[in-house]
């Protein structure tokens, strides 16, 4: 059974769209823009020391690899790794 409410003639809803419809369109925009702002700003704060932190651990973890990599002795040899394999040279 659905309801049929006349929200239109309710004086509680006719109260309110009096009172914002009569408000300057200014008025009204500002309070959108700020309540906007008060949930984009703090996301987008967010984000970005997300995306600081994850830049300074991939940082911090890249330099500990190559300290690791310069004293674990792997790196490039001498020779290029082949062992008891037999280079044929064409011309």
Do not use: E, S, Y
């Given at each position: 059974m659905p309801l049929n409410f006349n929200?239109?003639?309710n004086p509680v809803y006719n109260r309110w769209q009096r009172g914002i419809g009569g408000r300057p369109a200014w008025v009204t925009r500002a309070a959108l823009t700020a309540g906007v702002l008060v949930i984009v700003v703090p996301l987008v704060l967010l984000t970005?020391?997300?995306v600081l932190v994850g830049a300074l651990v991939f940082a911090t973890l890249s330099a500990v690899a190559w300290l690791l990599g310069q004293f674990s002795?792997?790196?490039p040899r001498a020779d290029?790794?082949?062992r008891n394999v037999r280079i044929i040279e064409r011309p």
């Open positions: 929200w239109q003639g970005l020391a997300a002795g792997v790196g290029d790794g082949r």
